[in-house]
């Protein structure tokens, strides 16, 4: 390994001279990885409206499925309860804690390629934060932005405790089942458990590669759920 990074330090930095653009190791995606690059995490904020009307075929409710790119995603329930959120911390100083009650989204989702690993959620999609991210429950006229577990980790991945495979890619033809959660926010569960109007819950989701330009590009999107109060069990 050393002598591999060697190597590459020396190709790029000795004698002054610069990589030739259409080399490999110019160019190496950037797809692989717990954490985007730095340079991407400076910006929280999206240049577009995060809140703009999605279209009808990224629409489902429960027990529906949307067909995204290589996804396929089916919401199949929708839980209020309390959430166990763990760390895992590999050098045994992990633990598990309950920040409280909180929305449960369970989602049955397919890999629809014949050749990609897909991570269909990723934590920093659903972190904890008030940004106006893409992922966020729309109850009437307000917004709830973010989930209940803090992004970048500091030194283990935490997660809640439905979300443990999640790290494990998605595999080929595979099918599983994802859970994201909101935050623990009791004005979110009283405004849910009364509105009479429908709730949509917009989620992020890696969809897979679209072809841009004749590259092979990794891309997001958001699917929204729409349900109504009665449908939400334990509330």
Request: hydrophobic share 35%; aromatic share 8%; charged share 25%.
């Amino acid at each position: 390994m050393l002598a591999t990074l060697a190597a590459v330090y020396g190709l790029f930095f000795s004698g002054g001279e610069k990589v030739d653009p259409g080399h490999p190791l110019s160019v190496i995606p950037d797809t692989f990885g717990e954490f985007e690059p730095a340079s991407r995490r400076k910006v929280s904020q999206f240049k577009f409206d995060v809140h703009q009307p999605l279209p009808a075929n990224l629409l489902a409710r429960l027990g529906q499925k949307i067909e995204v790119g290589q996804l396929q995603v089916e919401p199949v329930g929708i839980e209020k309860r309390r959430l166990i959120v763990k760390v895992d911390d590999k050098r045994g100083g992990g633990g598990s804690r309950s920040p409280g009650d909180a929305l449960t989204l369970r989602l049955k989702v397919t890999n629809t390629s014949a050749d990609l690993l897909i991570h269909p959620l990723d934590p920093a999609f659903n972190r904890k934060t008030t940004d106006k991210i893409l992922t966020h429950l729309v109850v009437g006229k307000q917004t709830y932005y973010g989930g209940p577990v803090p992004w970048p980790f500091r030194t283990a991945r935490v997660y809640e405790e439905s979300q443990e495979h999640d790290a494990d890619p998605l595999r080929p033809g595979e099918t599983r089942e994802y859970t994201v959660c909101s935050d623990t926010n009791s004005r979110l569960l009283a405004e849910v458990k009364k509105t009479r109007e429908p709730i949509l819950w917009r989620i992020q989701v890696r969809r897979g590669l679209i072809d841009f330009k004749g590259r092979e590009v990794p891309v997001t999107a958001v699917i929204g759920v729409e349900f109504k109060s009665e449908e939400v069990v334990g509330l």
